[in-house]
């Protein structure tokens, strides 16, 4: 089967390039370290504050409103578009995924591409960045992995080679200008939500409620969601398709995670644009395809036929 990675790389007209491009730098790592532990600080402090003070229903409905944009910013944008080109995009629509998708502060959408496509390249395997099956099937061992594919493995030095895995997108001058502006879209997904909730109440503590909420908690509850499909879901859950690893569909993940979590599908069918194709499945991000190809602003959509369906389904 063809990936979406063997495409771009063969568009480069050259030899294989190395899986990794150095490593990250110490102040790169450092605010690694820091967005994706201070928000995981204000998601466990989240239940005793909302119980005694400051979570109102407007925090609420920013707080929805921004992780559904930056959600799909990911699922959309950064995943099924950018990394598996399962539709074609409008410029207009592109770099507005692309921008969603840096708001979820899960890095820079080049970087996130080039390491989503590496994991397709050796799922499951070695040379995975973040697959849970690296260190053994014992208790301990598994423990260990799953702690690595959630989110140990950010904490790695090793930065995947842009140039092997996405030469697409930095070639791109569109992307290119969003991937480095990714500092500012990071500001910008934590001052935004503060700045709503002050004018909406016309308070500081609107302010303040607003950024801890709708931009700490928000960001802290997408990360895990992410990062849930990569652990949870290649370790339990039904496999109703044929995949070349063990990647599982979880129900319970499906509807915060936009569809992602039916993820048996997707690793067969990569470019698929929809991924909860059997009875019941909803998948949110799937719709929104649906409806930008409606408005015209995407084409060439990958919708799954019920041919490529049945040859890849596991008989039973």
Not at 14 to 28: A, I, S, T
Not at 206 to 219: E, I, K, S, Y
Request: charged share 15%; hydrophobic share 45%.
């Amino acid at each position: 089967m063809t990936t979406a990675l063997e495409k771009p790389r063969e568009a480069t007209g050259g030899g294989p390039k190395p899986m990794l491009d150095g490593q990250h730098g110490r102040v790169e790592q450092a605010l690694i370290y820091i967005f994706t532990i201070v928000p995981f600080v204000a998601l466990v402090a989240a239940v005793p504050l909302a119980w005694g003070w400051g979570l109102s229903w407007v925090d609420i409905a920013i707080g929805a409103v921004f992780f559904c944009i930056s959600g799909m910013g990911v699922t959309v944008g950064y995943h099924r578009y950018f990394t598996h080109g399962s539709f074609k995009a409008k410029r207009g629509l592109r770099v507005g995924l692309a921008i969603a998708g840096s708001m979820s502060l899960q890095g820079s959408v080049i970087k996130w591409v080039a390491d989503h496509r590496r994991h397709h390249a050796f799922s499951d395997r070695e040379g995975d960045p973040h697959s849970p099956w690296l260190f053994g099937t014992g208790p301990i061992a598994l423990a260990k992995g799953f702690w690595h594919a959630h989110m140990g493995w950010l904490y790695e030095r090793d930065l995947t080679n842009r140039d092997r895995f996405a030469p697409d997108l930095v070639a791109d001058q569109d992307l290119e200008r969003v991937d480095k502006l990714f500092p500012v879209w990071t500001v910008v997904s934590l001052l935004a939500p503060a700045a709503l909730g002050g004018l909406i109440s016309w308070s500081w503590w609107g302010v303040l409620t607003g950024f801890f909420w709708a931009g700490l908690v928000r960001v802290a509850v997408l990360h895990h969601v992410t990062w849930s499909v990569n652990s949870i879901c290649h370790m339990i859950g039904e496999r109703p398709f044929a995949a070349r690893d063990k990647s599982a569909n979880f129900w319970p993940l499906a509807i915060l995670s936009f569809g992602e979590s039916w993820h048996n599908l997707h690793h067969a069918d990569p470019t698929s644009a929809r991924h909860g194709v059997q009875r019941g499945q909803i998948d949110i991000s799937a719709r929104t395809i649906w409806l930008f190809e409606k408005l015209g602003w995407a084409w060439n959509v990958r919708w799954p036929s019920p041919q490529r369906l049945a040859r890849i389904s596991v008989a039973k």
